[in-house]
Every structure is written in structure tokens, then in C-alpha cells.
């Protein structure tokens, strides 16, 4: 089983910020990787697949990056819509896994 | 409207069975595979099981495996989740998604997910 680990767990910043956000493989996974974005009391939402393919509606404010073992998800400023939990799946192999989940709140 | 709408949660005791349904409307059902995810109270994402758009193919994580049955009926367009033998760790909000494209597990519509409570 392949394992995704998120860091950091929390990211404090303000409106405007620039936040960066990482997901580690446990081993390599190619560009196979997507980043989801859930907000208290809603279903997740896609926001990046295979690595840095936006999904239909996500601003460009959002981009993905990296490949192999370690992958990044960038939101250039962050508006105040943006603090959710955000995380990352794999599509490589079975099963399937999700990352643990970064929380972005506001500072 | 394309969306997916789950159903069949509830309160079950230990060792207890449930069949989980998700109705889906506004795109063409049959095309796409489909999985089952799931989030304990508090807790992150765990994919549960996954079907290939004609339901010859089914996969399952391995914490479930022998106590889940995913299968589908395209022609209601309806995708399942048979679970059995429900343990107290099983209790979640179980979500059924669809993928974003068939050669690609990753998925871009989620339902509003169907609370399954497993306690004696």
C-alpha cells in the first residue's frame, strides 16, 4: 500500500498569502496523483488531477506540481474561500489511498 | 442537474448488515466507473471499494475485504454498497463518487455521502 503523507498538518495564514502545501509518497507514483479540497459540513472537491491538470471551474490561483515521490499544491493567494482541508490521492496502484489532510485556517 | 444521491445509512448494532444506494442523474451512468469513500467523524478520507463502468471489475481495501460487496445496475442507474459483519470502526459518512474519466481514478462528483452508524 502506497502511503501519502501530508505536511504540515496545519497551515496558519491570512488572506493574500501564499500557501504551499505537501504530499509525500512512499514510493513512486509517477504524475498520478490529485488534491481535493473539503469544507466543514461539504463533499470533497476536485481540485488538481494527475499532478497539475486543474478540474472544470478551479481558479487559477491553484496549481500542482512535482512528480515521483513528492508533489505540491500552491494557492498563489489565498481568498477567504480557500481555508479548508485539502488532500491528496494517488491512482497508481490498489488500493487506492488518500494523504491525511492539511488544514489551511486563517491566522 | 448531474449529481449523485446516496441512501440506506443508519443506525446498525455490531455485527449488523446494510445495503448503501446512490442514485445518479444527469450524465450518462454507464460510461463511468464509480467508488464508494468513506470519513469517520473527524477523520480524513479512506477509499472503500471501486467498479468499472460495466461492473466486471470491482476492487477493495483490504481493512473491508470479505465484509463489502460493491456492484452496480446501470440500467437504474444505481450504484451499491453491501456491508456486513459492521464493526464500530465502521461508522462514517460514506460518500459515492464518479470518476473523472475512465482511464483515471481520480473523481470529480461526489454525493452529499449517507451516515452509517454501527453501535450497540
Known amino acids: 500500500e502506497i502511503v501519502l503523507t501530508q505536511s504540515p498538518a496545519t497551515l496558519s495564514l491570512s488572506p493574500g498569502e501564499r500557501a504551499t502545501l505537501s504530499c509525500r509518497a512512499s514510493q513512486s507514483i509517477g504524475n498520478y496523483l490529485a488534491w481535493y479540497q473539503q469544507k466543514p459540513g461539504q463533499t470533497p472537491r476536485l481540485l488538481i488531477y494527475?499532478?497539475?491538470n486543474r478540474a472544470t471551474g478551479i481558479p487559477a490561483r491553484f496549481s500542482g506540481s512535482g512528480s515521483g515521490t513528492d508533489f505540491t499544491l500552491t494557492i498563489s493567494s489565498l481568498e477567504p474561500e480557500d481555508f479548508a482541508v485539502y488532500y491528496c490521492q494517488h491512482r497508481s496502484n490498489w488500493p487506492l489511498t488518500f494523504g491525511g489532510g492539511t488544514k489551511v485556517e486563517i491566522k | 442537474e448531474v449529481q449523485l444521491l446516496e441512501s440506506g445509512g443508519g443506525l446498525v448494532q455490531p455485527g449488523g448488515s446494510l445495503r448503501l444506494s446512490c442514485a445518479a442523474s444527469?450524465?450518462?451512468?454507464?460510461?463511468?466507473?464509480m467508488v464508494w469513500v468513506r470519513q469517520a467523524p473527524g477523520k480524513g478520507l479512506e477509499w472503500v471499494s471501486a467498479i468499472t463502468n460495466n461492473g466486471a471489475g470491482t476492487y477493495y481495501t483490504d481493512s473491508l475485504k470479505g465484509r463489502v460487496t460493491i456492484f452496480r445496475d446501470n440500467s437504474k442507474n444505481t450504484l451499491y454498497l453491501q456491508l456486513s459483519s459492521l464493526r464500530v470502526d465502521d461508522t462514517a459518512v460514506y460518500y459515492c463518487?464518479?470518476?473523472?474519466?475512465?482511464?483515471?481514478?481520480?473523481?470529480?462528483?461526489w454525493g452529499r455521502g449517507t451516515l452509517v452508524t454501527v453501535s450497540s
Open positions: 463518487a464518479k470518476v473523472r474519466a475512465n482511464c483515471c481514478w481520480h473523481f470529480d462528483l
Open positions: 494527475d499532478e497539475f
Open positions: 444527469g450524465f450518462t451512468f454507464s460510461t463511468y466507473a
